[in-house]
Antibody, heavy 118, light 107 residues
Framework: QVQLVESGGGLVKPGGSLRLSCAASGFTFSDYYMSWIRQAPGKGLEWVSYISSSGSTIYYADSVKGRFTISRDNAKNSLYLQMNSLRAEDTAVYYC???????????WGQGTMVTVSS | EIVLTQSPATLSLSPGERATLSCRASQSVSSYLAWYQQKPGQAPRLLIYDASNRATGIPARFSGSGSGTDFTLTISSLEPEDFAVYYCQQRSNWLVTFGGGTKVEIK
């Protein structure tokens, strides 16, 4: 079945780095734009970044620009998020999501928790 | 950046009642507006895309309407499993934003 599974979350100190991964299955990964979306504890949804199907087009939210890098490996059906210079306000559940042709997010992973704390 | 404002923040209703949720955009998003449902401890689920199209498997009691800057999600008759938080979302000028959410709670 169509599935996205995130991994790589954990506890990291302020200023540290973490790399999240998202493994896709059940669909042709290389056909779709993919995105990272996060949700701080008790808060709403915040879009982080998306990447085009080929990887040639990338956009970031202002809150992470210059610190986070999204990438993908279509041969491995995988999406990544390299997070550097982490701050306390980056603490959140990070979801990977598939973007449908209508710019909606039609498939979501279960999320991976990132906690930035000393 | 386009700001999406959802109202009300909380809607207290009983099962069987009609729910009407609003999402207002700070500038036109044409019909590129989606709605999601999120229950505690779960990932969001796509309900409506392109303002009025139900996603696969979504019951007919969910409907979306609107265009430009004003959008509505209607749940015609609330089922017990519909009590959750609902978010709207748009993509315009290559950037994505979400509304702050409306919590539909049991009265």
């Amino acid at each position: 079945q169509v599935q996205l599974v995130e991994s790589g979350g954990g506890l990291v100190k302020p200023g540290g780095s973490l790399r999240l991964s998202c493994a896709a299955s059940g669909f042709t990964f290389s056909d779709y734009y993919m995105s990272w979306i996060r949700q701080a504890p008790g808060k709403g949804l915040e879009w982080v970044s998306y990447i085009s199907s080929s990887g040639s087009t990338i956009y970031y939210a202002d809150s992470v620009k210059g610190r986070f890098t999204i990438s993908r490996d279509n041969a491995k059906n995988s999406l990544y998020l390299q997070m550097n210079s982490l701050r306390a306000e980056d603490t959140a559940v990070y979801y990977c999501a598939r973007m449908s042709s209508g710019s909606a997010f039609d498939i979501w992973g279960q999320g991976t928790m990132v906690t930035v704390s000393s | 950046e386009i700001v999406l404002t959802q109202s009300p923040a909380t809607l207290s209703l009983s099962p069987g009642e009609r729910a009407t949720l609003s999402c207002r955009a700070s500038q036109s998003v044409s019909s590129y507006l989606a709605w999601y449902q999120q229950k505690p401890g779960q990932a969001p689920r796509l309900l409506i895309y392109d303002a009025s199209n139900r996603a696969t498997g979504i019951p007919a009691r969910f409907s979306g309407s609107g265009s430009g800057t004003d959008f509505t999600l209607t749940i015609s008759s609330l089922e017990p499993e519909d009590f959750a938080v609902y978010y709207c979302q748009q993509r315009s000028n290559w950037l994505v934003t979400f509304g702050g959410g409306t919590k539909v709670e049991i009265k």
